[in-house]
Protein backbone atom coordinates (compact mmCIF):
# COMPACT_ATOMS: atom_id res chain seq x y z
CA UNK A 1 0.00 0.00 0.00
CA UNK A 2 1.66 3.59 -1.23
CA UNK A 3 2.03 6.52 0.94
CA UNK A 4 1.07 9.55 -0.64
CA UNK A 5 4.39 11.43 -2.24
CA UNK A 6 2.75 14.51 -3.69
CA UNK A 7 -0.06 16.79 -4.38
CA UNK A 8 1.01 19.38 -6.57
CA UNK A 9 -1.18 21.90 -8.89
CA UNK A 10 0.43 25.10 -10.75
CA UNK A 11 -0.51 27.42 -13.55
CA UNK A 12 0.68 27.26 -17.33
CA UNK A 13 2.32 29.75 -19.11
CA UNK A 14 3.50 28.18 -22.50
CA UNK A 15 3.18 24.81 -23.90
CA UNK A 16 6.75 23.36 -22.29
CA UNK A 17 4.97 23.31 -19.01
CA UNK A 18 3.30 20.31 -20.39
CA UNK A 19 6.14 17.93 -20.85
CA UNK A 20 5.10 16.00 -17.85
CA UNK A 21 1.19 16.34 -18.58
CA UNK A 22 1.14 13.25 -16.85
CA UNK A 23 3.45 12.48 -13.78
CA UNK A 24 6.20 10.46 -14.27
CA UNK A 25 5.78 9.99 -17.90
CA UNK A 26 7.61 12.51 -20.63
CA UNK A 27 5.27 13.64 -23.01
CA UNK A 28 6.87 15.69 -26.39
CA UNK A 29 4.60 18.79 -27.32
CA UNK A 30 4.22 20.69 -30.03
CA UNK A 31 1.58 23.59 -30.01
CA UNK A 32 -1.05 23.39 -32.80
CA UNK A 33 -3.22 26.74 -31.82
CA UNK A 34 -2.66 30.08 -32.06
CA UNK A 35 -2.12 32.20 -29.31
CA UNK A 36 -0.54 32.42 -25.74
CA UNK A 37 -1.43 28.97 -23.88
CA UNK A 38 -2.79 29.45 -20.73
CA UNK A 39 -4.11 26.79 -18.41
CA UNK A 40 -3.42 24.60 -15.30
CA UNK A 41 -2.00 21.18 -13.90
CA UNK A 42 -2.34 18.87 -11.15
CA UNK A 43 -1.13 15.74 -9.88
CA UNK A 44 -1.60 13.74 -6.81
CA UNK A 45 1.00 10.99 -6.38
CA UNK A 46 0.06 7.49 -4.20
CA UNK A 47 3.29 5.67 -4.22
CA UNK A 48 3.56 4.64 -8.09
CA UNK A 49 0.03 5.96 -8.38
CA UNK A 50 -0.67 8.82 -10.26
CA UNK A 51 -3.46 10.93 -11.31
CA UNK A 52 -3.19 13.93 -13.20
CA UNK A 53 -5.44 16.54 -14.16
CA UNK A 54 -4.43 19.44 -17.00
CA UNK A 55 -6.41 22.12 -18.57
CA UNK A 56 -4.84 24.20 -21.81
CA UNK A 57 -6.19 26.72 -23.86
CA UNK A 58 -5.54 26.11 -27.62
CA UNK A 59 -4.72 22.98 -29.68
CA UNK A 60 -2.33 20.99 -28.85
CA UNK A 61 0.06 17.57 -30.38
CA UNK A 62 1.27 15.02 -27.53
CA UNK A 63 3.53 12.23 -27.89
CA UNK A 64 4.16 9.84 -25.17
CA UNK A 65 7.79 8.15 -25.68
CA UNK A 66 7.75 4.27 -26.00
CA UNK A 67 10.56 3.86 -22.85
CA UNK A 68 7.44 4.32 -20.43
CA UNK A 69 7.05 0.93 -18.66
CA UNK A 70 3.88 2.48 -17.04
CA UNK A 71 0.48 1.93 -17.98
CA UNK A 72 -1.66 5.19 -18.81
CA UNK A 73 -5.34 5.07 -18.47
CA UNK A 74 -6.59 8.53 -19.57
CA UNK A 75 -10.40 10.42 -19.72
CA UNK A 76 -11.44 13.74 -22.04
CA UNK A 77 -12.88 15.88 -19.67
CA UNK A 78 -13.66 18.78 -21.73
CA UNK A 79 -12.80 19.71 -25.24
CA UNK A 80 -14.00 22.87 -27.76
CA UNK A 81 -12.99 21.03 -31.00
CA UNK A 82 -12.37 17.65 -32.29
CA UNK A 83 -9.70 15.39 -29.66
CA UNK A 84 -8.28 12.15 -31.44
CA UNK A 85 -6.20 9.61 -30.12
CA UNK A 86 -4.26 7.34 -32.60
CA UNK A 87 -7.63 6.59 -34.93
CA UNK A 88 -9.99 7.05 -32.11
CA UNK A 89 -12.10 9.80 -32.22
CA UNK A 90 -13.15 11.13 -28.50
CA UNK A 91 -16.17 12.40 -27.30
CA UNK A 92 -16.99 13.68 -23.62
CA UNK A 93 -15.71 11.37 -20.70
CA UNK A 94 -13.94 8.72 -22.92
CA UNK A 95 -11.50 6.42 -21.25
CA UNK A 96 -8.13 6.24 -23.49
CA UNK A 97 -5.82 3.21 -22.79
CA UNK A 98 -1.92 3.54 -23.51
CA UNK A 99 -0.57 0.66 -22.56
CA UNK A 100 3.09 0.66 -21.45
CA UNK A 101 6.02 0.67 -23.73
CA UNK A 102 4.12 2.23 -26.61
CA UNK A 103 4.28 5.39 -27.88
CA UNK A 104 0.92 7.41 -28.48
CA UNK A 105 0.14 10.37 -30.25
CA UNK A 106 -2.73 12.56 -29.49
CA UNK A 107 -4.27 16.30 -31.53
CA UNK A 108 -6.39 18.24 -29.45
CA UNK A 109 -8.02 20.63 -31.48
CA UNK A 110 -8.75 23.38 -29.41
CA UNK A 111 -8.95 23.74 -25.74
CA UNK A 112 -9.24 21.16 -23.26
CA UNK A 113 -8.85 19.37 -20.25
CA UNK A 114 -8.07 15.94 -19.37
CA UNK A 115 -7.47 13.23 -16.62
CA UNK A 116 -4.45 10.44 -16.65
CA UNK A 117 -3.69 7.89 -13.91
CA UNK A 118 -0.11 6.45 -14.49
CA UNK A 119 0.35 3.09 -12.59
CA UNK A 120 1.83 -0.37 -12.80
CA UNK A 121 0.35 -2.41 -14.63
CA UNK A 122 0.30 -5.75 -12.46
CA UNK A 123 -1.41 -3.54 -9.61
CA UNK A 124 -4.68 -4.02 -12.33
CA UNK A 125 -5.43 -7.67 -10.50
CA UNK A 126 -5.97 -5.28 -6.98
CA UNK A 127 -7.55 -2.11 -8.52
CA UNK A 128 -10.28 -4.04 -10.76
CA UNK A 129 -10.26 -7.25 -8.70
CA UNK A 130 -13.61 -9.20 -9.15
CA UNK A 131 -14.06 -7.84 -12.65
CA UNK A 132 -12.71 -10.78 -14.90
CA UNK A 133 -12.09 -8.72 -18.02
CA UNK A 134 -10.39 -5.52 -15.89
CA UNK A 135 -8.22 -7.28 -13.74
CA UNK A 136 -6.51 -9.45 -16.32
CA UNK A 137 -3.29 -7.39 -17.35
CA UNK A 138 -3.54 -8.79 -20.54
CA UNK A 139 -6.39 -6.61 -21.15
CA UNK A 140 -4.21 -3.02 -20.64
CA UNK A 141 -1.35 -4.41 -23.18
CA UNK A 142 -3.08 -3.09 -26.30
CA UNK A 143 -4.08 0.44 -26.91
CA UNK A 144 -8.20 0.83 -26.80
CA UNK A 145 -11.14 2.87 -26.48
CA UNK A 146 -14.20 2.91 -24.40
CA UNK A 147 -17.05 4.92 -25.04
CA UNK A 148 -18.86 6.39 -22.08
CA UNK A 149 -22.40 6.79 -21.32
CA UNK A 150 -23.38 10.09 -21.34
CA UNK A 151 -25.42 10.24 -18.16
CA UNK A 152 -23.00 8.32 -15.64
CA UNK A 153 -19.93 9.51 -17.81
CA UNK A 154 -20.54 12.99 -16.28
CA UNK A 155 -20.85 11.93 -13.02
CA UNK A 156 -18.08 9.75 -13.10
CA UNK A 157 -15.83 12.92 -14.69
CA UNK A 158 -17.38 15.21 -12.16
CA UNK A 159 -16.59 12.81 -9.12
CA UNK A 160 -12.63 12.91 -10.44
CA UNK A 161 -12.73 16.47 -10.54
CA UNK A 162 -13.85 16.74 -7.03
CA UNK A 163 -11.54 14.24 -5.57
CA UNK A 164 -8.49 16.15 -6.83
CA UNK A 165 -9.74 19.39 -5.96
CA UNK A 166 -10.18 18.03 -2.11
CA UNK A 167 -7.01 16.31 -2.09
CA UNK A 168 -5.53 19.62 -3.31
CA UNK A 169 -7.01 21.79 -0.56
CA UNK A 170 -6.65 18.56 2.61
CA UNK A 171 -3.18 17.53 1.60
CA UNK A 172 -2.42 17.01 5.10
CA UNK A 173 -4.73 14.91 5.92
CA UNK A 174 -3.53 11.58 4.12
CA UNK A 175 -2.69 9.01 6.20
CA UNK A 176 -0.95 5.64 3.96
CA UNK A 177 -4.85 3.65 4.81
CA UNK A 178 -6.69 6.77 3.60
CA UNK A 179 -4.31 6.95 0.50
CA UNK A 180 -5.41 3.64 -0.62
CA UNK A 181 -8.75 4.72 -0.73
CA UNK A 182 -8.32 7.34 -1.91
CA UNK A 183 -6.28 5.58 -4.85
CA UNK A 184 -9.33 2.94 -5.27
CA UNK A 185 -11.83 6.14 -5.43
CA UNK A 186 -9.98 7.97 -8.24
CA UNK A 187 -9.77 3.84 -10.10
CA UNK A 188 -13.21 3.62 -9.85
CA UNK A 189 -14.18 7.18 -11.80
CA UNK A 190 -12.48 5.73 -14.83
CA UNK A 191 -13.48 2.23 -14.19
CA UNK A 192 -16.94 3.38 -14.34
CA UNK A 193 -16.92 4.69 -17.68
CA UNK A 194 -15.12 1.14 -18.70
CA UNK A 195 -17.80 -0.62 -17.19
CA UNK A 196 -20.90 0.82 -18.66
CA UNK A 197 -19.40 0.23 -22.16
CA UNK A 198 -19.06 -3.45 -21.59
CA UNK A 199 -21.58 -5.68 -21.87
CA UNK A 200 -22.86 -7.16 -19.03
CA UNK A 201 -21.00 -10.74 -17.08
CA UNK A 202 -23.88 -12.63 -15.44
CA UNK A 203 -22.04 -15.77 -16.53
CA UNK A 204 -20.26 -16.54 -12.94
CA UNK A 205 -20.88 -18.59 -9.72
CA UNK A 206 -23.22 -16.65 -7.16
CA UNK A 207 -22.83 -17.69 -3.92
CA UNK A 208 -25.17 -17.60 -1.32
CA UNK A 209 -25.71 -13.87 -0.53
CA UNK A 210 -25.76 -14.30 3.28
CA UNK A 211 -22.60 -16.51 3.04
CA UNK A 212 -21.22 -13.40 1.04
CA UNK A 213 -22.53 -11.12 3.06
CA UNK A 214 -20.44 -12.98 6.09
CA UNK A 215 -17.23 -13.08 4.44
CA UNK A 216 -17.63 -9.25 3.78
CA UNK A 217 -18.19 -8.37 7.51
CA UNK A 218 -15.25 -10.39 8.19
CA UNK A 219 -12.96 -8.35 6.21
CA UNK A 220 -14.18 -5.54 7.14
CA UNK A 221 -13.93 -6.79 10.93
CA UNK A 222 -10.25 -7.51 10.00
CA UNK A 223 -9.39 -3.96 8.61
CA UNK A 224 -11.00 -2.31 11.84
CA UNK A 225 -12.20 1.41 11.51
CA UNK A 226 -10.13 2.36 7.87
CA UNK A 227 -12.32 3.10 4.86
CA UNK A 228 -12.85 0.66 2.40
CA UNK A 229 -13.46 0.75 -1.00
CA UNK A 230 -15.54 -1.56 -2.94
CA UNK A 231 -13.04 -2.87 -5.60
CA UNK A 232 -10.58 -3.73 -2.65
CA UNK A 233 -13.52 -6.27 -1.42
CA UNK A 234 -14.44 -7.26 -4.59
CA UNK A 235 -10.26 -7.97 -5.42
CA UNK A 236 -9.97 -9.61 -1.94
CA UNK A 237 -12.91 -11.94 -1.76
CA UNK A 238 -12.93 -12.67 -5.96
CA UNK A 239 -16.42 -11.96 -6.53
CA UNK A 240 -17.49 -8.96 -9.14
CA UNK A 241 -19.47 -5.70 -8.68
CA UNK A 242 -22.52 -6.81 -9.90
CA UNK A 243 -22.53 -10.23 -7.48
CA UNK A 244 -21.54 -8.31 -4.60
CA UNK A 245 -24.69 -5.83 -5.15
CA UNK A 246 -27.22 -8.38 -5.65
CA UNK A 247 -25.95 -9.99 -2.02
CA UNK A 248 -26.52 -6.82 -0.24
CA UNK A 249 -29.57 -5.98 -2.10
CA UNK A 250 -30.84 -9.20 -1.02
CA UNK A 251 -29.75 -8.98 2.45
CA UNK A 252 -30.10 -5.26 3.38
CA UNK A 253 -32.51 -3.34 0.86
CA UNK A 254 -29.39 -1.07 -0.62
CA UNK A 255 -26.23 -2.01 -2.41
CA UNK A 256 -22.42 -2.50 -1.20
CA UNK A 257 -22.05 1.71 -1.80
CA UNK A 258 -24.56 2.49 0.61
CA UNK A 259 -23.43 0.18 3.08
CA UNK A 260 -20.25 1.10 3.12
CA UNK A 261 -20.96 4.74 2.99
CA UNK A 262 -22.87 4.31 6.55
CA UNK A 263 -20.60 2.08 7.85
CA UNK A 264 -18.40 5.02 7.36
CA UNK A 265 -20.46 7.43 8.70
CA UNK A 266 -21.07 5.31 12.05
CA UNK A 267 -17.30 5.29 12.37
CA UNK A 268 -17.22 9.43 11.87
CA UNK A 269 -20.13 9.67 14.50
CA UNK A 270 -17.95 7.70 17.28
CA UNK A 271 -14.42 9.19 16.31
CA UNK A 272 -16.50 12.95 16.65
CA UNK A 273 -18.24 11.44 19.87
CA UNK A 274 -15.17 9.96 21.46
CA UNK A 275 -13.09 13.35 20.74
CA UNK A 276 -12.75 16.29 22.70
CA UNK A 277 -13.36 19.52 20.88
CA UNK A 278 -10.69 21.09 19.87
CA UNK A 279 -8.63 18.23 19.79
CA UNK A 280 -9.70 17.37 16.14
CA UNK A 281 -12.19 18.89 13.21
CA UNK A 282 -14.98 17.64 11.47
CA UNK A 283 -13.09 18.15 8.18
CA UNK A 284 -10.35 16.05 8.89
CA UNK A 285 -12.28 13.19 10.46
CA UNK A 286 -14.56 13.29 7.51
CA UNK A 287 -11.50 13.00 5.16
CA UNK A 288 -10.07 10.23 7.07
CA UNK A 289 -13.30 8.33 6.62
CA UNK A 290 -12.96 8.79 3.16
CA UNK A 291 -15.27 11.86 2.78
CA UNK A 292 -14.73 14.18 0.02
CA UNK A 293 -17.45 16.52 -0.31
CA UNK A 294 -18.63 17.81 3.20
CA UNK A 295 -21.57 19.82 2.15
CA UNK A 296 -22.81 15.79 1.15
CA UNK A 297 -21.62 14.11 3.69
CA UNK A 298 -23.26 16.73 6.82
CA UNK A 299 -26.50 16.28 4.38
CA UNK A 300 -25.99 12.04 4.79
CA UNK A 301 -24.85 12.72 8.64
CA UNK A 302 -27.86 14.76 9.84
CA UNK A 303 -29.94 12.20 7.57
CA UNK A 304 -28.72 9.13 9.66
CA UNK A 305 -28.44 10.70 13.17
CA UNK A 306 -30.47 13.46 13.21
CA UNK A 307 -27.37 15.78 14.44
CA UNK A 308 -24.81 18.18 12.44
CA UNK A 309 -21.54 16.59 12.92
CA UNK A 310 -20.15 19.96 14.58
CA UNK A 311 -22.92 19.06 16.91
CA UNK A 312 -21.52 15.64 17.67
CA UNK A 313 -18.22 16.91 18.31
CA UNK A 314 -19.11 19.68 20.53
CA UNK A 315 -21.26 17.84 22.28
CA UNK A 316 -19.16 15.93 24.31
CA UNK A 317 -18.42 16.47 28.17
CA UNK A 318 -16.02 15.54 30.56
CA UNK A 319 -17.50 13.93 33.50
CA UNK A 320 -17.11 15.31 36.52
CA UNK A 321 -16.95 14.12 40.08
CA UNK A 322 -19.03 14.14 42.72
CA UNK A 323 -18.77 13.99 47.00
CA UNK A 324 -21.05 11.45 48.28
CA UNK A 325 -20.90 10.57 51.73
CA UNK A 326 -20.36 7.43 50.81
CA UNK A 327 -17.25 8.41 48.52
CA UNK A 328 -17.14 9.37 44.80
CA UNK A 329 -19.73 9.22 42.23
CA UNK A 330 -19.83 10.35 38.41
Known amino acids: MGQLLLVDSRKLDGFEGLHQAVHGSH ?18 GIGDFSLSIGTFSVGMRTQRVSSDDKLIIGMLLAAE ?25 GIFHGASAYAAMRFDINEVASLFGGEARLSNPETW ?26 LRTYRSGLTPSTADFWKRSIVECMAANV ?22 EDYLDEAGTRPMHVSEICAALGVSRRTLHRAFQE ?16 AVHS ?49 RLRVQPSGYEL
Open 141 to 166: RRRDHFRADPDSGAIAAHRLVRIMSH
Open 27 to 44: VDVMQLGRGRLRGSLSHV
Open 195 to 216: MSSLPPDDTGWLPSARRLIRRV
Open 81 to 105: ERVTHWSFDMRLNDVLVIPPLLEHD
Open 251 to 266: VFGLGPVSFLRHKRLC
Open 271 to 319: ILHESVPGSTTVAAVAMQQGFYELGRFSQYYHAMFGERPSQTLGGRTVP
